[in-house]
T-cell receptor, first 111, second 113 residues
Framework: GESVGLHLPTLSVQEGDNSIINCAYS??????FIWYKQESGKGPQFIID?????DKRQGQRVTVLLNKTVKHLSLQIAATQPGDSAVYFC??????????FGQGTRLTINP | KAGVTQTPRYLIKTRGQQVTLSCSPI?????VSWYQQTPGQGLQFLFE???????NKGNFPGRFSGRQFSNSRSEMNVSTLELGDSALYLC????????????FGSGTQLSVL
């Protein structure tokens, strides 16, 4: 069915380390995937997106990897900074042409 | 360029009342989507409008409705409020078609007492 889930609800990393946030999706028809960052009191903020015809896409300090074989999506954040503390959501677009969001992973940065 | 603007920021209502929330999309964006966010259910899709037409609808009761105006501004209405309607209601606009690259507003926090 249509569901997008994240492997871990919380993730704690040291400042300066790389962070990897994982997401599993179930809809094999999904053709578009996107990551959002949500800080307290704010709406989700676009980070990066990727289409199903790609397996990797890079942005500024972020990389999204897509493995369609195992229906897995990951967001890598390089050199994590205190400002990266937030809840991260993945979402996919399946046959219903709407974004379906996962439950989110709370990323905490330790000094 | 101004972002997505949602008003009001906070609302307190009582059960049985109705409420209207407003959303102004980013200039040039013709698609507006609405989501409900709760701690337990996460982000749930309500509906999407494009050029004043509802193109997509989520699994919410008929008490939830919306509309889009010719200037792309959108409103959503919830009638006969229930306690479970307490949530953050997020509006998002998109330049692309069909659920791509949504830009979200800060939301309206609705509390139903």
């Amino acid at each position: 069915g249509e569901s997008v889930g994240l492997h871990l609800p919380t993730l704690s990393v040291q400042e300066g380390d790389n962070s990897i946030i994982n997401c599993a999706y179930s809809n094999s028809a999904s053709d578009y995937f996107i990551w959002y960052k949500q800080e307290s009191g704010k709406g989700p903020q676009f980070i990066i997106d990727i289409r199903s015809n790609m397996d990797k896409r890079q942005g500024q300090r972020v990389t999204v990897l897509l493995n369609k074989t195992v229906k897995h999506l990951s967001l890598q954040i390089a050199a994590t900074q205190p400002g990266d503390s937030a809840v991260y959501f993945c979402a996919d677009r399946g046959g219903a042409q709407k974004l379906v969001f996962g439950q989110g992973t709370r990323l905490t940065i330790n000094p | 360029k101004a972002g997505v603007t949602q008003t009001p920021r906070y609302l307190i209502k009582t059960r049985g009342q109705q409420v209207t929330l407003s959303c102004s999309p980013i200039s040039g964006h013709r698609s507006v989507s609405w989501y409900q966010q709760t701690p337990g259910q996460g982000l749930q899709f309500l509906f999407e409008y494009f050029s004043e037409t509802q193109r997509n609808k989520g699994n919410f009761p008929g008490r939830f409705s919306g509309r889009q105006f010719s200037n792309s501004r959108s409103e959503m209405n919830v009638s006969t409020l229930e306690l479970g309607d307490s949530a953050l209601y997020l509006c998002a606009s998109s330049l692309a078609d069909w659920g791509e690259k949504l830009f979200f507003g800060s939301g309206t926090q609705l509390s139903v007492l």
